[in-house]
């Protein structure tokens, strides 16, 4: 069986914005792999299951509101009630800049990856639905 995958893409809200300069926080990024996680888990489960821990967090570029966000996932691997993830979030959208013309933006040739991360979700032995 293939590893189960999932992509979510969305625009930043001005209301993300936490910072000066429209800068978002990371925990959105996290928000958006909990929602790639439950997917995964319902997918391979039929279950939204329970995120356990990251193993491992990187932030590696700024997102500000305007942004276009592609956040992705895949299972790497499955115990009998642990779920192994790991998640990469990237912009591939991105505002122009210009101060004249607040609302321009461009689609970036090459996203750029914001965000890494890795993780265990659990779905408890008795609420996995699905065939492995």
Do not use: N, W
Request: proline content about 4%.
């Amino acid at each position: 069986m293939p590893e189960p995958t999932s992509l979510i893409r969305l625009r930043i809200s001005a209301h993300d914005a936490h910072y000066a300069g429209g800068l978002v926080d990371g925990a959105k990024m996290l928000q958006l792999f909990g929602d790639v996680a439950t997917e995964l888990l319902i997918r391979s489960d039929g279950d939204e299951g329970l995120f356990v821990a990251y193993d491992s967090v990187e932030f590696l570029a700024a997102v500000h509101a305007g942004d276009f966000i592609e956040a992705s996932g895949r299972m790497v691997s499955m115990g009998r009630t642990s779920r192994k993830m790991v998640f990469e979030a990237r912009k591939v959208i991105a505002s122009a800049g210009i101060a004249a013309q607040p609302s321009a933006a461009d689609v970036l040739t090459e996203p750029i990856v914001v965000c890494r991360a890795s993780g265990t979700c659990v779905v408890p032995a008795d609420c996995q639905r699905s065939q492995r």
